[in-house]
């Protein structure tokens, strides 16, 4: 599964982005995709999670204002979206696309946002 990973960027405070992830490879059963991010000096944590069945759950610090999405162009790519409302400072970080799969864990190059204030 490889997976490409776009639309970060800079935004002030109060602002959106959506950030873009475009999963294609072999036909690898997907249990869930996930956006994950990582600010210096800090762990990598778990922003927003979409189920094959398509629920979702969101860290704490992001429900209300990011929403995670996908859409099957065909049984070999997916697209996962997240769009990001409201931003604050502290959103800034690395923003990274995480596929769970059946054969293992696989990740796209992360994608910079930065929120000024």
């Known amino acids: 599964v490889q997976l490409q990973a776009s639309g970060g960027g800079l935004v002030q405070a109060g602002g959106s982005l959506r950030l873009s992830c475009a999963a294609s490879?072999?036909?690898?059963?997907?249990?869930?995709m996930n956006w994950y991010r990582q600010a210096p000096g800090s762990q990598r944590e778990l922003v927003a999670v979409?189920?094959?069945?398509?629920?979702?759950?969101?860290?704490d610090s992001v429900k209300g204002r990011f929403t995670i999405s996908t859409i099957s162009r065909d049984s070999n790519k997916n697209m996962v979206y997240l769009q990001m409302n409201s931003l604050k400072p502290e959103d800034t970080a690395v923003y990274y696309c995480?596929?769970?799969?059946?054969?293992?864990?696989?990740w796209g190059q992360g994608t910079q946002v930065t929120v000024s204030s």
């Open positions: 979409i189920s094959r069945s398509g629920t979702t759950n969101y860290a």
């Open positions: 995480h596929a769970d799969t059946l054969a293992g864990d696989y």
């Open positions: 490879g072999s036909r690898i059963s997907i249990n869930a």
